[in-house]
Every structure is written in structure tokens, then in C-alpha cells.
């Protein structure tokens, strides 16, 4: 890791935080790349995990704390619990099926330099990992379409715990921008949780607010979809190797051939 991304971490301006619950499986893979990288994190555990979540998390991350969400989603649930416990001037948010790339990590240090903008959001390539350990991007996604607004100040923003929302609304007078696309972070969904656990988060969805999980069926459900093998191409970023390499050694059936 660059001097240049380890200033960032060394700073009592940012905490970063992951919320997750029956990640087990896992969560050992996503905590090793921060680790790996430098990355310090916070991890909140939802006590509602019926699998060895914490344990597991514990083993890479001593300071894992188990929480208890009142608010049904994972991350809108936690997420002002989650910004009231970390007290920093910044806080980013990134989920559990989520990797930053250490680009996107040289632009936080950057940012959080700065008293303004408020509000940051991110391009997010969808990924998925083929059998040999490649990590692929569907091409027919766009990373700008599907941005993330996870850098915040919480002392200039309120919370929300609509689905499909950043979790967050400011007013009208914060300043918000949009990350160039160099600095994306990547969703691994598709290759960590497989098509049942995908629809029983869809059904999940749908009970919270009526029809939030079916109007994105074909994105939570690709393999239903228009989407293809061939709209897949690699994604060639490095500092991912790794991490792609162990997925595709634990979930061969989840990767793409």
C-alpha cells in the first residue's frame, strides 16, 4: 500500500465501518483484504446472525462489535447507530459484499481533507469471479448507475431507513459529488451468496416495503436475467487478486466458468 493511501489510515478524522450478519462463510475473505492493505475498519456484528459471524470476525478483527438492529436492514438498519458510536468527523460506509479499490482509498484521504463537499458517492462495478479466480465485471452495469453514497460528514447530514436509499438525506444547501471512476469499489454479491440466499434477500426486501426487492429482480437474480457469460469481461485491478482467488477456492459453485 502507497505512503500516500497510509496517511488516511493514520487520521482520527475517518472511521470506516462494515455492518454484517450471516457472513461466516465469508467475512474472513473481505477482512483479510483490508488487513492485507492496511485498512483499518470497524465491524459491527448483527446479533440476529445465525451462523459463527462473530466468531469468525473476532478471529481477524478483535474488536468486532456485536450489535443489536432495531431496524430490519442490515445497513440502513445500523447505519446511525453505526455513525453515533465512531464520533469522527468522516465516516465511510461499506458493505460486506464490498471491496474499496486503493484508489478509491487515495481519494478518501484526499477528501476528508477538505471541509466541503458534504457527501461523497462512489462508482460500483458488479463482479462476479470466474472458476479460475478472475474477477469479472458485468459490462451491461454501469458503475454510474448504480453509485453508492457512502462518504459523509453526520454532522451536516440525517438518516434514513428507507431500502435502497444511501441511508442518509442532506438539504439542499450541502455540497455532493460523485467520485471520477478510477476511485469505484466493487460488489461481490453474486459471488458470495448463492441465487437462494439472493432471492430469499429479494423476499426479504418485499416484506420490509412492498415490491423493493421485485423491481430488481434481474439484478439480484442474474442468472434469471438478460445478463450473460458473455457480458462479462476481467477486471484487471490487483490489489483484488488475492481476494477473488480465495473466493473462487471456497465457492466454485458460485463462479462463473
Not at 479499490?101 to 466541503?116: E, H, P
Request: glycine fraction near 4%; aromatic fraction near 10%; charged fraction near 25%.
Amino acid at each position: 500500500m502507497s505512503t500516500r493511501t497510509s496517511g488516511l489510515l493514520q487520521s482520527g478524522d475517518l472511521t470506516i465501518v462494515i455492518a454484517t450478519v450471516n457472513s461466516a462463510r465469508y467475512i474472513d475473505i473481505i477482512l483479510r483484504y483490508y488487513r492485507v492493505n492496511g485498512i483499518a475498519v470497524t465491524l459491527f456484528v448483527d446479533d440476529r446472525s445465525v451462523d459463527d459471524s462473530f466468531a469468525k470476525a473476532r478471529d481477524l478483527l478483535s474488536d468486532a462489535i456485536s450489535t443489536s438492529n432495531l431496524g430490519g436492514c442490515i445497513a440502513e438498519g445500523l447505519l446511525e447507530e453505526m455513525s453515533r458510536a465512531c464520533r469522527t468527523k468522516w465516516l465511510l460506509r461499506i458493505d460486506d459484499d464490498e471491496l474499496p479499490s486503493l484508489a478509491m482509498m487515495a481519494f478518501v484521504q484526499d477528501a476528508v481533507r477538505s471541509d466541503s463537499p458534504d457527501v461523497y458517492a462512489f462508482p460500483r462495478e458488479q463482479c462476479a469471479v470466474s472458476r479460475k479466480g478472475a474477477l469479472l465485471r458485468d459490462d451491461e452495469v454501469s458503475p454510474l448507475d448504480h453509485r453508492q453514497w457512502r462518504l459523509y460528514q453526520p454532522a451536516r447530514i440525517a438518516y434514513t431507513r428507507g431500502l435502497h436509499t444511501p441511508g442518509i438525506v442532506w438539504d439542499e444547501h450541502a455540497r455532493a459529488v460523485t467520485a471520477p471512476l478510477e476511485a469505484s469499489l466493487i460488489h461481490l454479491d453474486w459471488a458470495v451468496h448463492s441465487y437462494e440466499e439472493r432471492r430469499r434477500k429479494m423476499e426479504r426486501y418485499d416484506a420490509h416495503t412492498a415490491n423493493a426487492g421485485t423491481k430488481w429482480r434481474s439484478y439480484y437474480l442474474y442468472e434469471e436475467g438478460p445478463f450473460s457469460p458473455a457480458a462479462f469481461s476481467e477486471l484487471p485491478w490487483p490489489e483484488f487478486r488475492q481476494a477473488s482467488l480465495e473466493i473462487s477456492q471456497r465457492f466454485p459453485e458460485l463462479c462463473l466458468a
